[in-house]
C-alpha cells in the first residue's frame, strides 16, 4: 500500500476530508495485518498479557520455540513453579511504575524441556492512566552476544544519541507509518522505541486529537513544513505544552516521510500565561486605580467648589495664592484672574484690634513650623465688606518632607459672631440677675434662721412649760383615784414630748439643708464598726447577727453626717427586727457602674408594703402604728438629705413580712488612703 495521502495535480485545501479518512483507514488495516504478519514470522517471541497475568496474544516463533499449537491461558503455565514468584513481581514491578528491568528464566516446553531465555517487558496505558495489558518481547539467552553485536552498530549509536536529548523524535513514513522513536517520544505513550517502530499513527495518537493533527499532517506530506503548539495530556493525567514541528522528508523531489520533534515548552508558557495576567491585572488595576483617582477628583472638586461657608484656596510658601476655588470666589467675590498670584493678605482686614489674629508673616511662619495654624479676625469682601471668620493653615508636605505648599481653609463666622456676642450680652444680665437672686436668698436664709431661732426658743419654751406643769400636777394628785385624769396627763405628757422631739427634727432637718460638707476621705469600714458598737451598747439583750463586708471602701464626704445617716438606717434595721430571734442585718457595697459606689442594709424585719409607701422619705410619714414600734418618722428624711447633698441618692426594695433593703450611693475617693481611726472616735461619731 503506497499510495499518496495527496494525488498529484490536487492542492490539499481541495480534498475530501471524509474520503481521505476511509482511505487511509483502508490502508492502516492493511498495514496491520501485514504487522500481524510480521509479528508472527518475528525473530523473536512476542506475547501481549493482561493486569491479571492473562495470555492475550503469542506469536508463532514463541509457540514455535516452546512446541505448543495454542497460545497458554496464564503466563505462570510457561514457567516453572519456582520461577512464577520473580515472574509475578516483573509484571507488578511494570505495572505500578510503568518499568520492569529484563528478566533471565527458563520456560517449559512441551516436552518438559527448559528453555533459558530472556524477558524484557513494556506497559500500555489508557488516556486516564490505567494499565490495560502489557507487551513482552522474548529472546534466547543464546542471542545475547549478537545483541552486543549490534549495540555497536552506527544505528545503535544513533539510538544511544537520540535516546539522551530531552526533545520527542519520530519519523513516520508517507503511509504514516512509525519508522523511528527515541525514548523520550516513545515514553510518552507508554511504549518502548522498539514498539513504536511499525505502529500506524492512528493506533499511536489518541482519536480526540487526529482531527486536529491530520490536516497538519496532509500539509507536511505535501511538502509544507508545520510549526504549532498545543496541549497534550500525559498517561499521568498532568497536562503539558509542546512545541511541534512536521519536516516533510524529501528525496529526489518527493516526500517519504515526515519527522515529528515535539520540544516540551509548559514552563515558557505558563510563565507567558502568567506574565500575560499578571499585565492584564497590573492594567486592570492602573485602570480602576485612574479611574478612582479621577473620581476621587472630581468629588473633591465638586466639593470644594459647593460648600457654602467655607472656602478653600491654596498658597506658596510665602503666601502667593496658587489655585482658587469657586467656593473661595463665592465667599470673597474675587474671580480667579483677579487673585492669582496676589498675596492671600489682601483677604485680611486691617483693623481686628482685641482679637486673636497676629502678624499674617508670622501666621505662615507658625503654619510652617507647627504643621498648621488657626486664627480668627475679620476678612474683606471684594467690594469691601468684612464678614468674621475662622482660618486654618495647613502645611502640605511629601513624603520626603518637602514643603508643597499651604491650604487655607476659611469659615464666615459672622452669624456665630453675632450669636456670641447675644451669648455675652445674656450672660453678663444672667449674672446681674444671679447676683440679685443670690442677695435675695441670702435674706430669706437670714429670715429663715430667725424662724429657726423663734421655734428653738419661743415655741420650745412654752412647750418645756406644759411639760412642767404637767409633772407638777402629776406629783400633787399622787395616787389619785381618778384613774380619767391621771391618763389626761399622761397622754399630754407624752404629746408634749412628741412635739419637742419633732421640733428637734424639724430643725435638724433645717440645718442639714445650710449646713457646710466638710469633704475628705471617709473608710466606711471603722465608721460602721463605730455605729454598731453604739447600737449593740444600747440593746445588750438583743441577739443580732450582723454580717459585714471586710472590704468596706473609702468614700468622699463629711464623716459626721455620714455616721448620722448610718445610724438612722442602721437603728431603723435595728427597731423593725425586734420580732426576729435572732435577728439578721447584712450591710455591703458593690460597684456602680455609673460612677461611686453602692451600698446596702439588708434585715430581716417586719418590712411594710412598698407600693403604699409613697411618702417613705417624708418628715413625720410612718409605715407602722406607733403603739407597735416607737419613733417619730424623722430618720429617713434625715438620712436622705445627707445622702443627696453628698451628691448620691437613696431607695428601698421590701416586702411585708419579708424584711427590708435600702441602697445608697456614695462618690468613690479615688486615692482610698490607709486611714486608722480608733474604735472610739468611730463609737462617737455615730453619737
Not at 495489558?133 to 552506527?154: R, Y
Not at 522505541?193 to 491530520?214: E, F, H, K, T, W
Not at 496541549?231 to 512536521?246: F, K, M, P, Q, V
Amino acid at each position: 500500500m503506497d499510495t499518496p495521502i495527496c494525488p498529484p495535480g490536487m492542492e490539499t485545501s481541495a480534498l475530501d476530508v471524509e474520503h481521505l479518512l476511509a482511505l487511509r483507514t483502508q490502508e492502516l488495516q492493511a498495514a496491520l495485518d501485514s504487522a500481524r504478519a510480521l509479528c508472527d514470522q518475528a525473530p523473536c517471541g512476542l506475547l501481549t498479557f493482561d493486569a491479571q497475568l492473562r495470555c492475550l496474544h503469542i506469536n508463532q516463533t514463541l509457540l514455535g520455540w516452546l512446541g505448543r499449537s495454542e497460545a497458554p491461558t496464564h503466563l505462570h503455565e510457561l514457567v516453572a513453579a519456582g520461577a512464577r514468584e520473580a515472574l509475578t513481581a516483573h509484571v507488578e514491578s511494570l505495572h505500578q511504575s510503568g518499568h520492569s528491568e529484563p528478566l533471565t528464566l527458563a520456560l517449559q516446553t512441551a516436552h518438559g524441556q527448559a528453555l533459558r531465555v530472556q524477558l524484557a517487558s513494556t506497559p500500555v496505558f489508557n488516556a486516564e492512566g490505567q494499565f490495560v495489558n502489557g507487551n513482552m518481547t522474548v529472546t534466547q539467552a543464546g542471542d545475547a552476544a549478537a545483541s552486543e553485536h549490534e549495540a555497536s552498530t552506527p544505528d545503535s549509536l544513533l539510538r544511544a544519541i537520540t535516546d539522551r536529548i530531552p526533545a520527542r523524535l519520530a519519523y513516520y513514513d508517507k503511509n504514516l507509518i512509525c519508522r523511528f522513536a527515541n525514548q523520550a517520544h516513545a515514553s510518552r505513550y507508554g511504549k518502548t522505541p522498539a514498539d513504536m517502530v511499525g505502529s500506524p499513527l492512528s493506533q499511536v495518537v489518541r482519536p480526540d486529537i487526529l482531527p486536529d493533527i491530520l490536516p497538519r499532517v496532509a500539509q507536511a506530506l505535501s511538502g509544507q513544513s508545520q510549526t504549532f503548539e498545543a496541549e497534550r495530556t500525559a498517561l499521568d493525567g498532568s497536562r503539558n505544552y509542546y512545541e511541534i514541528n512536521y519536516i516533510p522528508d524529501l528525496q529526489n523531489g518527493a516526500v517519504e516521510g515526515i519527522f515529528i520533534e515535539l520540544h516540551e515548552i509548559t514552563e515558557r508558557r505558563r510563565t507567558e500565561e502568567f506574565v500575560l495576567h499578571a499585565n492584564r491585572d497590573l492594567e486592570e488595576r492602573v485602570r480602576e486605580r485612574s479611574a478612582e483617582l479621577f473620581a476621587s477628583e472630581q468629588r473633591y472638586r465638586l466639593m470644594v467648589d459647593a460648600i457654602q461657608d467655607y472656602c478653600i484656596y491654596f498658597v506658596d510658601e510665602n503666601g502667593g495664592i496658587t489655585d482658587w476655588t469657586e467656593s473661595a470666589q463665592r465667599l470673597h467675590g474675587h474671580t480667579r484672574s483677579q487673585i492669582m498670584g496676589r498675596s492671600y493678605e489682601v483677604l485680611l482686614c486691617g483693623d481686628n484690634a482685641g482679637e486673636d489674629e497676629v502678624d499674617p508673616g508670622q501666621v505662615l511662619r507658625l503654619a510652617k513650623a507647627h504643621g498648621q495654624w488657626e486664627t480668627r479676625g475679620w476678612r474683606l469682601r471684594e467690594d469691601g465688606s468684612r464678614f468674621w471668620a475662622h482660618t486654618v493653615l495647613t502645611a502640605l508636605r511629601n513624603e520626603a518632607g518637602d514643603l508643597q505648599g499651604l491650604s487655607s481653609i476659611t469659615r464666615d463666622m459672622t452669624a456665630a459672631k453675632s450669636l456670641e456676642d447675644v451669648m455675652n450680652d445674656l450672660n453678663r444680665e444672667l449674672e446681674k440677675r444671679v447676683a440679685e437672686r443670690t442677695q435675695q436668698l441670702v435674706a430669706a436664709n437670714k429670715d429663715l434662721d430667725v424662724f429657726s431661732h423663734m421655734v428653738s426658743h419661743d415655741l420650745r419654751a412654752p412647750l418645756r412649760h406644759i411639760a412642767s406643769f404637767v409633772s407638777l400636777l402629776q406629783e400633787q394628785m399622787g395616787e389619785s383615784a381618778d384613774t380619767l385624769a391621771l391618763q389626761y396627763q399622761n397622754s399630754i405628757a407624752k404629746a408634749s414630748k412628741r412635739m419637742s422631739l419633732m421640733i428637734e427634727g424639724l430643725l435638724e432637718y433645717a440645718r442639714l439643708g445650710r449646713v457646710t460638707i466638710e469633704s475628705q476621705p471617709v473608710p466606711m469600714g471603722p465608721l460602721v464598726q463605730g455605729v454598731i458598737g453604739h447600737l449593740q451598747q444600747e440593746n445588750p439583750d438583743r441577739r443580732i447577727e450582723w454580717v459585714i463586708d471586710n472590704d468596706l471602701p473609702v468614700v468622699r464626704g463629711d464623716a459626721m453626717l455620714l455616721a448620722q445617716a448610718l445610724g438612722n438606717l442602721l437603728g431603723n434595721a435595728v427597731k423593725y427586727t425586734r420580732p426576729r430571734d435572732p435577728a439578721r442585718i447584712e450591710i455591703g457595697w458593690k460597684v456602680n457602674p455609673v460612677g461611686g459606689r453602692t451600698f446596702y442594709i439588708a434585715d430581716n424585719g417586719v418590712g411594710f408594703d412598698l407600693e403604699k409607701a409613697h411618702n417613705l422619705f417624708v418628715m413625720f410619714q410612718r409605715q407602722h402604728h406607733s403603739m407597735d414600734f416607737e419613733g417619730i418618722g424623722t430618720g429617713l428624711a434625715l438620712s436622705q438629705r445627707i445622702i443627696e447633698r453628698h451628691g448620691g441618692r437613696i431607695w428601698s426594695e421590701t416586702a411585708l413580712g419579708e424584711g427590708c433593703t435600702f441602697y445608697f450611693t456614695l462618690p468613690f475617693d479615688a486615692m482610698e488612703p490607709e486611714m486608722a481611726f480608733p474604735e472610739s472616735s468611730m463609737a462617737e461619731l455615730s453619737v
